[in-house]
């Protein structure tokens, strides 16, 4: 395990490609967005994946949030893009904003989950619980600049909390365990996150988009972007 300081304006980036060399190895990095620290591997990299569940004791099933420097990225995690990602996408990315699609089926099934269209569900974790069969992924861009510019070299990555399951998800370096970080290949610290609220979660999936998860953006702020 190594911590590197890093500017969370001005990301060197010698530091970055250090970070983005350990994900194309297999391995872990705990990286800042705006709103907890995560726990990262290559979305495409069902060994690395595999590693995070391990890391964190996080049980099988639960799905990972996709991690995106661009807002074209969609168009190869996802199937099946509504209009209404558009206008979401437009109005909220970068920021704390997750949104759920059909997968890619090139994607590793530790990654996404599975939804079914009948079913209103209160959280992210109850999604691989459903009924149906229809594999979904969450994706989301996130707004720190360390966050962008690490997934801008290395790719999508595959992210929840840098945190053991059940813990509150951390803000600072500092609210991680030590045993978790002893874990990881590489700890970027770029001090506390600005925003600490989780992303707020919506499911596109359906016919109509369902909010799973309340966090930094409203149910009223999304609706309205929605209608106009």
């Known amino acids: 395990m190594k911590i590197v300081k890093i500017s969370a304006q001005r990301p060197d980036p010698r530091i970055i490609e250090e970070a983005a060399q350990v994900i194309r190895r297999g391995g872990l990095v705990i990286f800042p967005t705006e709103t907890v620290y995560g726990l990262g591997a290559d979305a495409f990299n069902a060994k ?26 969609i168009s190869t995690l996802a199937r099946a893009i509504p209009s209404v990602a558009r206008k979401l996408v437009q109005k909220f990315w970068p920021g704390p904003l ?16 599975i939804s079914n269209k009948s079913s209103i569900l209160g959280t992210m974790e109850l999604l691989s619980q459903a009924g149906g069969k229809r594999r979904t992924v969450a994706i989301r861009m996130p707004d720190h600049p360390v966050a962008l510019a690490f997934i801008r070299a290395a790719g999508p990555i595959a992210a929840p909390s840098a945190n053991f399951s059940g813990d509150p998800p951390p803000r600072s370096i500092r609210e991680i365990p030590k045993a ?11 001090g506390r ?27 009223t702020v999304l609706m309205r972007a929605i209608v106009r």
């Not at 997750?98 to 989950?113: E, I, Q």
């Not at 978790?180 to 770029?190: N, P, R, T, Y």
């Not at 919506?202 to 109509?208: C, N, R, W, Y």
């Open 98 to 113: 997750t949104l759920v699609f059909h997968a890619n089926t090139k994607l590793p099934k530790l990654v996404t989950g």
């Open 48 to 73: 690395a994946v595999a590693k995070i569940f391990k890391a964190k004791g996080r049980p099988e099933g639960k799905p990972l949030i996709v991690h995106v420097a661009k807002k074209s990225a």
């Open 180 to 190: 978790l970080l002893e874990k990881v290949d590489l700890v970027l610290d770029a």
């Open 193 to 219: 996150t600005p925003v600490g609220a989780p992303s707020t979660i919506v499911d596109l999936v359906g016919k109509d988009p369902v909010v799973l998860r309340k966090g930094a953006i409203s149910k």
